[in-house]
C-alpha cells in the first residue's frame, strides 16, 4: 500500500553470553538470545490495485502471515490446555526463525501499531484479533546456563 515501504518483514537478533567463574574454578557460561521482528502488513490487493511483482510480493507478505497466524492460533490452544495441532512451524521461513521466540524459553511481547481512520477498519479488526490470539500463548522461562 504504501510505495517507500519495504514490503517485507525484518529480524534483528541480539546474542548476549556472560561467563562467571564458579567457586570451584570453573567457567560457567549464561546465554540469552533477544530477537525484534518488524512485520510488514497484510497487503490488500483491491484497494491496492497491485499488479505484477508487487502482487507476487503482497502475497508472499500474506501467506506468511497466515502461517504466522496458524502458529500462534496453534500455541495458544496448546497454551489454554486443549489439545491440537502441532505447530506448523517449517511452513515458512518467518516461522522457522520465530520458533524459539514463540514457542522456546523465552517472554514474548507484542506491540501493534492500528490506524483510526475509516477506511483502515478491517486492518485493524484483523491484527486487533491477531494481537488477542498472541496474547493467549504462554511460555515458561528458565535460566541458561551452561556450567
Known amino acids: 500500500m504504501n510505495s517507500e515501504s519495504s514490503r517485507s518483514h525484518s529480524v534483528f537478533t541480539v546474542v548476549m553470553k556472560q561467563t562467571v567463574k564458579t567457586g570451584e574454578g570453573k567457567n560457567m557460561e549464561r546465554v540469552s538470545k533477544m530477537a525484534m521482528i518488524d512485520l510488514a502488513g497484510s ?11 508487487r502482487l507476487k510480493e503482497g502475497a508472499t507478505i500474506n501467506k506468511s502471515l ?4 496458524r502458529v500462534i492460533h496453534a ?14 512451524f517449517r511452513d515458512s521461513q518467518l516461522t522457522w526463525l520465530l520458533k524459539d521466540s514463540l514457542a522456546g524459553n523465552s517472554r514474548t511481547t507484542m506491540v501493534a501499531a492500528l490506524s483510526p481512520a475509516d477506511v483502515n477498519a478491517d486492518e485493524t479488526l484483523s491484527t486487533l484479533r491477531f494481537a488477542d490470539s498472541a496474547k493467549k500463548v504462554r511460555t515458561k522461562v528458565t535460566i541458561n546456563e551452561d556450567p
Open 43 to 53: 497487503e490488500r490487493v483491491a484497494s491496492t490495485g497491485a499488479t505484477g511483482d
Open 66 to 69: 497466515t502461517n504466522l497466524g
Open 75 to 88: 500455541l495458544a490452544r496448546a497454551s489454554s490446555g486443549k489439545k491440537g495441532d502441532i505447530p506448523p
